[in-house]
């Protein structure tokens, strides 16, 4: 057995080149430490994984579990009822009454609202102007997912909420507000004029309107209506008991929060790169138009080449690139290293994408690999593995190739600036983009 090491810096300055950096971070010390290494890039101990073998030891082993209480830092934004600071048993519970509503023909009923909500925003790129790519995409699948979620109606509802949501996420997204989410003794509600007391108010802002809007459903309920909020309101607990308006906005924040920023930034990663490699775009389109009338949402879903356009993007560029966190259960080995009980561990998705054993050529984007090969759900694992993997990944697939079989056949588009190399940056814990990457409609 070995002893666990890792960089010897300053737990503070491991959590500041975290957040200047992940990806130089996660690189620098996985090539001098290893697949598995003492980090604190959260400023505590967390030990960091990422080879398939250890991710499935640690997403999978009965010796780890997956307490929410790990997830405090998202407790400010989505409130202690959500299903990600939720443990066991009522962790499990509640996924298991969420599930249904991501999957099967509920999952497939969206198809059509995906599709028509692809074609408004298209409708809004004029000829020849350059747009922002990753607002457009947050536009769609914010929509996507309020109608999902709410069930609402385009009308001025929908608006208000739209754009009270896109104003408090973009509040901890980027500069000082995304710090907030790790440092949290920077949280003082000192009112308006202090930075996180206007984050505050935004987020009342908010609830009032998802309040009002569970409110009026109380009052009016619709055994019709196929949207969660509806399935949401009916559920019990093997108590009998149904939810509390706390409860409900907790969970209804949370699919919101994670259902739109993470799609929108892959689907962005997914323009940006098809239309960065002329093979790959042509290749793709010869696809699509092979479809001719039978472009229903299922047989999109089901096309070959797309469906390794979206694995080959995710596996480059994962918008969540780490797991959330599991716990040691007991002292237990993990590849040959000796770990107490207690132990807090995370998979490094963007690692275990990178590894040239693997993936050769790991920086380059090649569609073809998910063709030509097979890869475990611990080799390629975008949206997790275990207790807390992805409630979304149905609908995130299902959207991102709707979205670009949309797109692609109904517009010809063009990098604004063909020559720009578009870097990856962290958004609040995502691994996004540059903003202001842009392109223009042709036809
Ligand atoms: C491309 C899009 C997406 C990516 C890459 C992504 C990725 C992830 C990852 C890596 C996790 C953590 C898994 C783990 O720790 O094992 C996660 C969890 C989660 N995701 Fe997604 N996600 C996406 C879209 C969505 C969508 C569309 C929704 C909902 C509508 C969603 C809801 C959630 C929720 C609620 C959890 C927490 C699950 C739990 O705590 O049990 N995600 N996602």
Redesign the pocket.
Same mark, same amino acid.
């Given at each position: 057995m070995s002893a666990l090491i890792g960089p010897k810096t300053n737990p503070l300055l491991q959590l500041i080149q975290w957040l200047r950096d992940p990806l130089d971070y996660m690189e620098r010390n996985s090539q001098a430490f290893g697949d598995v290494f003492q980090s604190y890039f959260t400023g505590k101990p967390c030990v960091m994984v990422s080879s398939p073998q250890g991710l499935q030891e640690i &997403?999978t082993a009965p010796t780890f579990t997956a307490p929410g209480t790990l997830n405090e830092v998202a407790r400010p934004l989505l409130g202690p009822n959500s &299903?990600?600071l939720l443990s066991d048993p009522e962790?499990n519970s509640r =996924?298991k009454l969420l599930m249904p509503t %991501?999957h099967g023909d509920r999952l497939f009923s969206y198809g059509q609202i995906i599709q028509e909500i692809t074609e408004k925003v298209i409708g809004n790129w004029k000829l020849g102007d350059p747009f922002d790519v990753r607002e457009s995409m947050q536009e769609i699948t914010l929509r996507v997912?309020l109608k999902a979620v709410f069930g609402l109606q385009e009308g001025d509802r929908l608006e208000t909420l739209k754009t009270a949501l896109v104003k408090r996420f973009e509040m901890t997204a980027t500069g000082l507000g995304s710090t907030f989410i790790f440092l949290p003794f920077l949280r003082k509600d000192w009112g308006e004029w202090s930075p996180w007391g206007r984050i505050m108010a935004q987020q009342r802002s908010c609830d009032e309107l998802i309040y009002s809007e569970i409110r009026d459903r109380r009052a009016n309920p619709d055994p019709n209506r196929i949207d969660i909020l509806n399935l949401l309101l009916t559920a019990t607990d093997e108590a009998g008991e149904t939810l509390t308006d706390g409860e409900l906005r907790d969970e209804l924040m949370?699919?919101l929060f @994670? #259902?739109h920023e993470?799609?929108a930034t @892959?689907l962005s990663w997914a323009l940006y790169l098809i239309h960065q490699h002329p093979n790959v775009y042509k290749k793709l389109t010869e696809e699509l138009t092979s479809l001719g009338s039978h472009s229903d949402p299922i047989t999109i879903f089901k096309l070959p080449y797309l469906t390794a356009v979206c694995n080959e993007t995710?596996r480059l560029y +994962?918008? #969540?690139m780490l797991? %959330?966190c599991r716990l040691a259960k007991e002292p237990v080995s993990l590849l040959g290293y000796d770990l107490e009980a207690d132990s807090v561990v995370v998979g490094s998705?963007y690692l275990a994408h990178r590894r040239p054993d693997i993936y050769p050529e790991p920086e380059q984007f090649k569609p073809d690999r998910f063709l030509n090969r097979q890869f475990s759900p611990y080799e390629f694992i +975008? %949206? *997790? @593995?275990?207790s =807390? =993997?992805?409630? *979304?990944v149905a &609908? @995130?697939q299902f959207e991102m190739k709707l979205v670009l079989a949309t797109v692609l056949s109904q517009t010809k588009l063009q990098h604004h600036s063909p020559t720009h190399c578009l870097k990856p940056q962290r958004r609040g814990a995502l691994l996004a983009m540059e903003s202001g990457f842009t392109m223009v409609r042709m036809t």
């Open positions: &997403l &299903l990600i962790h =996924r %991501f997912i949370t699919l @994670a #259902g993470t799609t @892959a995710l +994962p918008v #969540g797991t %959330f998705i +975008p %949206f *997790g @593995a275990g =807390r =993997r992805c409630i *979304g &609908l @995130a």
